[in-house]
DNA sequence: CTGAAAGCGCTTACAG
DNA sequence: CTGAAAGCGCTTACAG
């Protein structure tokens, strides 16, 4: 159904459904009711390609989760085709959270994933066809946003999470951190607090923001403290699972175990707990351990989420008001 | 930039412009080049809207994911908007996977939560407005789906995952599940020759299909195999990570502890694990579990996920062709 | 082979 | 207050 066949069975012309739908004043009451009843009666929809054709804003933005592995060809190949699927467990937190915030303001999200640099037109592609106002970059290194910034236009509103800010950089781009560094200065802080002293540390992906400044955050509280910084108490993880089990292994394994460990994020805590289990050690007893959590996670999470909110919008007016 | 304007450019009618896009037959080679490198060159995307406008099919799917929770209203309403963030972490391999599949097959694929069943109109109009070729719906029991159907139109396809096939419905809809029973029988059947006799469970949530299901599969197994079910042994849980560590808390403390436990998906054995660890038991001397891992998940997951591959663009063709 | 024209379903100045 | 008309940027019969 149009909204012309509609305005016929009214009696009306399209311009004055159209009016009403979209809430124009001097509308007589009488008429607007029985536009509005008759759209209910016969369930009448506008059309959402034909709306924004003809200049119709509603904010679809885009989350592009991207995971590059150039080098890892090879992976890809061999496998079959379901286990192609790659395992992000990881950012589901961030991935739920974004489509809940962007959901809460009538935003539309669409989400993508990227695995290898040639795919990184769809992002560009996305925005030069009008299907996203706006995109948030999650999962990238700081090659792969190079990469990104090469092939988007620089007016383009892009929303980068987990990436150095680049001052220099003329794009219409926005970076949302947490503070990785002060939450791991603090986390080093507590433990010390109760009294740890020998404490390690399975950090993430030293290439992606958050693992480095996870890390130079724990060294610096390490060193400021005045407790042992040993090399044989960190283990360099990578963010997943099963870096959390290795990592934990041989941290217990060595001669003077930690009696604390930081573990970088969520997902490797788990494998630490797994470890833990097989060796029967107790925690807190043996060994105490903080990680991201889910819950502290998502209350670290919320500011920047919240900047982003904030931030969209308001950058896509200015946007639209400049050009 | 619009086709006309390139055009133009060119020296072309945009009909030219729009055929070469298209991939027409009977373009002269040399045409066909100038055109294509024109578009490069002024880097010209045509207007999604616009295509779609003119009848160009390109499919989008909407993905679902309900929680519904009315009756919980006090807990939303209380909280700040930072903390109405919900934790449903255990659709997220789902998620990504879906996403992946979808990608692979250059679908878009715009994604939306659901939390009460006054939100339920979204489903509809996403496939009203046209926005959507087809959709899936993960996350509703049984009261959720008949919800659901009773909003969307019959002709709209939908799948629908983790619900019990509906065969009496008229709606274009095909159900999606993983033989849930036959892998919960399975577990039991491994861990009875492995020599267990003490086998427990946490379960998920019962009226979710899968948790029915698998606790079905676990029961009939431990009775076929004559094997103790005992309500101690038990632990009713609801898929969240707390209630796989409450469940292992409480099955540990029981007199008799069980040997072996069975957990009905990932997130719980989180918990589960971390319970483990706090008690200082060791895995599998104590105790052993199997639980739906991720990597378990994913192939399980996989062959109904290629299903609905399958069957979407096939649906989809049909629905076309009938109407 | 290719251009002019109609049409997709809306919105919004323009008149009245 | 409200209808007729133009326009959004494409695609695709229709002619030639």
Redesign the pocket.
């Given at each position: 159904m149009?909204?012309?066949e509609l305005a016929k069975i009214i009696g009306?012309?399209?311009?004055?459904?159209?009016?009403v739908?979209?809430n124009y004043p001097?509308?007589?009451l009488e008429?607007r009711e029985k536009v509005l009843e008759a759209i209910k009666k016969y369930n009448y929809y506008?059309?959402s390609s034909?709306?924004k054709?003809?200049?119709?804003k509603d904010t679809t933005l885009g989350l592009f989760i991207l995971d590059i592995k150039d080098m890892e060809q090879p992976h890809h190949v061999i496998l079959n085709d379901e286990n192609l699927l790659y395992d992000n467990t990881f950012f589901a937190p961030f991935i739920s959270a974004f489509i809940d915030h962007a959901n809460k303001k009538l935003f539309y999200v669409f989400v993508s994933t990227i695995y290898k640099t040639s795919e990184l037109w769809k992002i560009a592609s996305a925005f030069n066809e009008k299907r996203i106002d706006g995109s948030v970059i999650i999962g990238s290194n700081h090659i792969d946003y190079l990469k990104v910034l090469e092939t988007i236009n620089k007016d383009n509103f892009i929303a980068f999470i987990d990436v150095e800010e680049d001052k220099s950089n003329i794009a219409n781009a926005i970076y949302v951190n947490i503070n990785n560094y002060k939450a791991a200065f603090d986390v080093v802080k507590y433990f010390a607090e109760l009294g740890h002293k020998d404490i390690g540390m399975i950090t993430g992906n030293l290439d992606k923001l958050s693992g480095k400044k996870r890390f130079d955050g724990f060294k610096d509280a390490i060193l400021s403290l005045n407790l042992p910084l040993r090399e044989e108490w960190i283990y360099y993880g990578d963010f997943m699972e099963m870096s959390g089990y290795e990592g934990m292994k041989k941290l217990l394994s060595s001669i003077n175990t930690p009696t604390a460990v930081f573990i970088c994020n969520d997902t490797m805590v788990i494998g630490a707990y797994r470890a833990i289990a097989e060796l029967g050690l107790k925690v807190p007893d043996d060994i105490s351990i903080i990680g991201f959590d889910n819950a502290q996670y998502s209350s670290l999470m919320s500011p920047p989420l919240t900047t982003v909110n904030v931030s969209l919008p308001k950058l896509l007016k200015l946007q639209q008001i400049c050009s």
């Open positions: 149009t909204s012309e009306v012309s399209r311009s004055t459904v159209s009016r739908i979209n001097d509308i007589p008429t506008p059309n034909a709306r054709l003809a200049g119709v």
